[in-house]
């Protein structure tokens, strides 16, 4: 009988782990298929966009123009070898292209030279930084003022690039591009400013401000994150919950790979991106965090079609589940997120207050005169079950614009997280949040009334944070408008004859009565800069949110550097770009502040690279060396009424300071809208050895909780509810730091060394 028995329960314990192990099997099965399903559309997508009508797939033009060439009669034609040369810098043929532009020198007339002479000029200048900043990279390439190891040692493409402005400026002398360009070519070569001719001299481009910080190093290299790509997002945080944070990056190119580094917990990352099963699933100029079901895995949300015009960038984005595993699933069909819009920007928040996060997309509109049809801004609520529900029109949030930036907070203190728009359309949008617990929310349009609306300007990158401190979210905007190559503006204010409102970052003050006030002039950041990708935190521990901005557009002579602002005691932003060592001249986008070693200092992580492969770049990490001995706090929220990320929490932080009171307010979310630091808030305080409290209120619930007399210098894990914080324990890191070996690039011999 007790065989019988033991043979039963042999049987149905046999039986239970083949179903467990079938179930196992199954759910593998289908989070593989359903990744490929996304797989398999983006790779279709990819081949349709192969195409000469796709502004941005310069390949297939370069392969028809030179098809065309070889036909009879064709091949001495002027206008396709000009064509060929522009192309061929385009993928990333520099030496072809100077040769083509050599040899058309010596065959056309003046005029056709004259208008060649910019193009030509920057084609040398793309030679010289192939060769030097990309072949023979190191920590100093391209980074403005150049000096030390940046300077160029094979100097055959800036050479001959300043002979080409030296000619453009004897007929032009008020052409500030060239000029800008010319004197960074001497840069180039160390020459600068001594050997720049007197008359074409854009004085003091190498000095600092009064403000200085001690310099920061590009060591992505060294640990195998310089990834050579295009533009792109980053991720900065703790996927796989050991507490250590990872990276995530993306590129914009539907055949750009995403990469996940692992954080191996000494000092090193390892490239786990096939084994993640992000493999295939390409493009994403933005990429962005959070835990959309609740599980305590942080999510990814990709996405893509940003810039493309003419449908190209009628592509879909993906939310990438967490398992849990070490792997994600591209569940962006079964949620209900699958739509075919171009877009950078979207926002997670939970603007319910049902305890689940929403997501609200901005679009690319240009309405009828985009052959990609008509693209209205989308309201995704969180159906609590893995699915979403667009209800962006009945939530009066479904505007049409060419929106290029959005984020939300609560800007008014009612609880309610509100939405801020950022187009390039030449209006800005504030929606303010109504306020329905549980159901559809309801957004009024109060751009007019908070003191906003403006319709001339064309305006990207965009967040809400509090610079001041003051409790109250205040608004950066970053001004996009432009009619020449952003070398233009940047020589024009180097020559003291700037564009009035050109390419600035714009500041409005929170009034705390619903209105807001530009206090740009004031804080000292009507500045050029060009903000693409940017994001902000505190790189001193002084409590109050510095910003690091990256620049470009497309055109390859938009060659301005990156810049970093210091925040004085929510007063003034001073630039220290050139102090910091900071300003990359490469195109810079996704962007994120983090404490990459545990020690409480935050480094700097930026996606570089331009449109164009043949504008790919390298990405990097500035490793912040410590401005001071700043003390700071690191928090981990984690809500239980709230979502499980916290995101939308506020957080004040309050302690006395050499006998001062005073307080750093923030809110949990990942930074700007373009690049996403860690979700993991990082305070800095300043020299104060107690804090006195820390405030929470909760995202959705509006509860708040108080923490006192907490030590510094200590990562804490704070559970909504639960009165008593869980010290998180993390070893202090050390970068391993590996040397790289210089590649040498082999010049063409016809274009000599002069």
Known sequence: MMNKRKIRVAVISLLGFTILLLGFTIVKFYNKSASQEMVGILSDLNKR??????????????????????????????????????????????????????????QTDFMSIDAMMPNMGIAYMRLGERSNCMLNHNGSSCVFPIKDGGVH???????????????????????????????????TLGGYPKDVPPEFLLPGLDKDTALKVKPFTDIAASLGLNINGRAGGVIVDDFNNDGYLDIVTSGWGLDDPMHYFQNNKDGTFTDLTERSGLKGITGGLNIQQMDYNNDGNLDIFVLRGAWNTEGFGNQPSSLLRNNGDGTFTDVTISSGLLFYHPTQAAVW??????????????????????????????????????????????????????????????????????????????????????????????????????????????????????????????????????????AYYAGAEAAGKPVPGAGNIMLYRNNRDGTFTDVTRETGLDKVVYSMGANFGDIDNDGWLDMYFGTGNPDFKSLVPNKLFKN???????????????????????????????????????????????????????????????????????????????????????????????????????????????????????????????????????????????????????????????????????????????????????????
């Not at 392969?63 to 065309?68: I, L, M």
């Not at 040369?85 to 040899?103: F, H, P, S």
């Not at 094979?154 to 004197?183: C, F, M, R």
């Not at 929220?637 to 750093?664: C, D, M, Q, W």
Request: proline share 3%; charged share 20%.
């Open 49 to 106: 966009n192969y195409t000469v009508a796709n502004p941005f797939n310069p390949e297939v033009k370069y392969a028809y123009v030179d098809s065309v060439l070889k036909l009879p009669n064709v091949g001495q034609s002027t206008y396709f070898l000009s064509e060929k040369a522009a192309l061929a810098l385009k993928v990333g043929k520099e030496e072809e292209a100077v040769k083509i532009y050599e040899d058309l020198v010596k």
């Open 153 to 187: 040692l094979i100097q055959t493409g800036s050479k001959k690039a300043i002979g080409v402005y030296e000619s453009i400026l004897k007929s032009h002398p008020d052409d500030y591009e060239s000029k800008w360009l010319l004197n960074v070519a001497f840069m």
């Open 349 to 486: 928040a939970d603007f319910n207050n049902d305890g689940w996060l929403d997501v609200f997309v901005g679009t690319e509109n240009l309405g009828g005169t985009d052959k990609g049809g008509t693209h209205t801004c989308a309201l995704y609520i969180n159906n609590h079950d893995g699915t979403f529900t667009n209800v962006a029109a009945q939530a009066h949030c479904d505007l049409q614009a060419y929106v290029k930036g959005v984020t939300s907070a609560d800007y008014n203190n009612d609880g309610w997280p509100d939405i801020f728009v950022s187009t390039m359309s030449g209006k800005r949008f504030l929606l303010k949040n109504r306020g329905k617990h549980g159901a559809i929310p309801d957004f009024e349009d109060v751009t007019d009334k908070a003191g906003l609306a403006n319709n001339k300007e064309r305006t990207f990158t965009t967040w809400f944070f509090d610079y001041n401190n003051d409790g109250w979210p205040d608004i950066m905007v970053a001004d996009y408008n432009f009619t020449k190559s952003l």
């Open 568 to 754: 004085i005691g929510g007063q003034k932003f001073a630039d220290v770009t050139t102090s910091s060592r900071t300003g990359n001249l490469q195109k810079g986008h996704g962007v994120a502040f983090a404490d990459f070693r545990n020690n409480g200092i935050q480094d700097i992580f930026i996606e570089m690279g331009g449109a164009y492969k043949g504008d790919s770049y390298t990405s990097s990490l500035y490793l912040n060396p410590g401005q001071n001995n700043n003390n700071w706090i690191s928090l981990k929220l984690e809500g239980v009424k709230a979502n499980k990320a916290a995101i939308g929490s506020r957080i004040k932080v309050t302690f006395a300071e050499n006998g001062v009171k005073r307080s750093v307010d923030k809110d949990v979310n990942s930074g700007g809208s373009f690049g996403s630091s860690p979700l993991r808030q990082e305070i800095g305080i300043g020299q104060a050895k107690i804090i006195d409290d820390i405030e929470i209120r909760w995202a959705g619930s509006n509860t708040i909780q108080h923490f006192k007399n907490i030590a510094p210098n200590q990562f804490l894990h704070i559970t909504e509810g639960d009165n008593k914080p869980e010290v998180i324990y993390l070893a202090k890191l050390t970068f391993k730091q590996k040397p790289v070996a210089p590649m040498c690039m082999p010049m063409v011999t016809s274009l000599g060394s002069k």
